[in-house]
């Protein structure tokens, strides 16, 4: 008959009002109904009884509830009531919600800003520095040869830190004797990477930003050594007997150039920073040695010597010629000369040479021709002749030069009042760049200091000895703009009105190899500190900097902190 019975038809017509049925039992029963008779009847019956019970229901509501619109209405009126209070609950809840993540935000920015940023991206350093490595010192260190109770305090600043690995070498004593350490950019993370009862000092970074050299007694004599900079790697590269002196890496970080007086006889050297024992001498005559400064391709070196003296040779040590001397036609060195830096060919360098006659000094810039092997082919760039005086002059990597002149106002009230002016030098003419004026009022002698990146961007350290700000004055020597961009507080009290008093004090202004962040060093009798600044941060001014190392020991000349010249990315472990 069908696939279902009538029992199953029965209890099927009784789900359908429940609407429990699927598709399928739903065409079964359709099926079944169709065929059976009596099944059609039950159905009927149901019908008729579900149709009689709703008049019944509505019957007696109407006769026991004549208001049964009206309960509707209240019905309908109650339940916007109730929607109208949920929004207005709700709404309430989400603003006590905004209010309470507010909350926890500036209190989350308040824990960050309080905390070193670097030293909470281990990450981010590279991976030559060990990261257990990079936690705070726990003992008390202080900067360079002191011999008292050292005091250290690093702080952070809000200059911009968040987008570099760079770190800082510096040379600390901590129980004695200074070993090498590095730091973060913000002070954190200090780390002892030299780590010997020996004293170890002026640290220098390899162009690529991968090892570190530094001058160390550990074998009787200061010797040179390199080492990476988690301090694994070391090598001694002169192990003579004699006392050597740093003076710099090649630009591919393969060789280094060191002064030596082996023999009894100061000279240059060079020697491989893959090879011990592969030291070869540059210079042969004992001199007065001055500068020894690389080609730009690393092919070869111009060497600085006897005050006026310049020598090119290549790496090996071969080819040697003299291209300006005391006796060189046109050349005027009564106080000497200096090597400006190479052209970007390659083929020619300039020099500054100061001399004088009745008037005062003057200071004359030469071109040499590095090719030529002769000493008649210098030829005068520019001259200067006092006053003013001529402060500074430093060569942009397009070869643009550059210069500060000092103008000291009435002798007689020397220091009273100082402008200085910048200067590049263009198509053969001078062009003023910018101009600061620092008023001592007379109250004592004025310290600076001042560097110029290679890309133009100049940044001065001015301050008198009757304030304790010393402050940074930032102009950009291709446009002319220029402002006071940040003030240091040296930590020493003004000079008292009448006192006579000469305060002794340094500063020290450095750019990274790539002209991206400047690290400034001041110090003076009881106190050293750190400033780094990104490049940036000197488009505007931001008031009181915060050191981000500090030290109550002096910082010494021939040891000051270095900064790492580029951004090393981390390195795969093997």
Not at 365 to 389: E, W
Not at 398 to 421: K, N, T, W
Not at 430 to 449: N, P, Q
């Amino acid at each position: 008959m069908t696939d279902i019975s009538h029992a199953q038809a029965r209890q099927y017509l009784l789900a359908v009002a429940d609407n429990l049925l699927i598709e399928a039992e739903q065409a079964a029963l359709r099926t079944h109904l169709a065929q059976c008779a009596e099944c059609r009847a039950y159905a009927g019956e149901l019908d008729a009884l579900k149709s009689g019970l709703q008049a019944v229901f509505s019957s007696r509501w109407d006769h026991q509830s004549p208001s049964a619109r009206q309960l509707v209405s209240s019905a309908q009126a109650q339940s916007k009531r109730i929607s109208m209070h949920y929004r207005f609950t709700t709404r309430a809840r989400v603003l006590a919600e905004v209010v309470i993540v507010i909350a926890l935000v500036i209190a989350l920015n308040y824990i960050i800003a309080r905390r070193p940023q670097v030293s909470a991206r281990p990450t981010q350093v590279p991976t030559s520095v060990p990261t257990h490595a990079l936690q705070p010192t726990p003992v008390s260190t202080s900067l360079l040869l002191a011999t008292s109770t050292p005091v250290i305090t690093a702080t952070t600043t809000s200059l911009r830190y968040e987008n570099t690995t760079r770190l800082i070498a510096l040379a600390l004593n901590t129980s004695g004797n200074p070993d090498i350490y590095v730091m973060h950019i913000d002070g954190s993370g200090l780390t002892n990477i030299s780590s010997d009862p020996s004293i170890d000092r002026n640290p220098l970074w390899s162009p690529d930003g991968k090892r570190l050299a530094f001058e160390s007694n550990r074998s009787g004599n200061f010797d040179i050594y390199v080492m990476n900079v988690d301090g694994s790697g070391l090598m001694n590269l002169s192990k003579d007997p004699a006392e050597d002196s740093l003076s710099s890496w090649s630009p591919d970080s393969r060789q280094i150039i060191f002064k030596s007086n082996l023999g009894g006889k100061a000279a240059w050297y060079a020697a491989r920073t893959d090879a011990v024992g592969s030291v070869i001498k540059l210079s042969d005559a004992d001199a007065t040695l001055a500068q020894a400064i690389w080609s730009p391709n690393g092919q070869e070196i111009a060497i600085m010597e006897n005050k006026s003296d310049v020598l090119i040779l290549r790496a090996d040590g071969t080819n040697l010629r003299v291209i300006q001397n005391k006796t060189s036609p046109g050349l005027t060195h009564d106080y000497g000369c200096q090597i400006l830096g190479w052209l970007p060919d390659g083929q020619n360098i300039y020099t500054e040479c100061e001399s004088s006659d009745d008037g005062g000094p003057i200071w004359t810039i030469y071109q040499a021709s590095t090719q030529a092997g002769l000493t008649h082919n210098i030829s005068t760039i520019l001259q200067l002749v006092y006053p003013p005086v001529v402060q500074d002059f430093w060569m942009s990597k397009d070869a643009s030069l550059g210069y500060e002149l000092r103008d000291d106002g009435d002798p007689v009230s020397l220091y009273h009042s100082i402008s200085f002016s910048l200067y590049r030098f263009e198509n053969g003419k001078s062009v003023l760049s910018g101009k600061e004026i620092v008023d001592c009022a007379g109250k004592g002698y004025f310290r600076f200091s001042n560097e110029s990146n290679t890309s133009g961007q100049y940044l001065s350290a001015t301050q008198c000895d009757s304030a304790n700000i010393t402050e940074l004055w930032a102009p950009n020597l291709k446009d002319d703009a220029g402002q006071v961009v940040g003030e240091l507080n040296t930590g020493l009290p003004p000079l008292q009105p009448g006192s006579s008093m000469m305060r002794t004090g340094s500063t020290i202004v450095e750019w990274s190899q790539d002209d991206q962040f400047v690290l400034v060093c001041t110090s003076t009798e009881s106190l050293a500190q750190i400033y780094v600044i990104a490049r940036d941060d000197l488009n505007f001014s931001r008031g009181i900097l915060k050191p981000v190392f500090t030290s109550q020991d002096l910082l010494l000349d021939y040891s000051q902190p270095v900064i790492q010249p580029v951004d090393v990315p981390p390195q795969p472990k093997p």
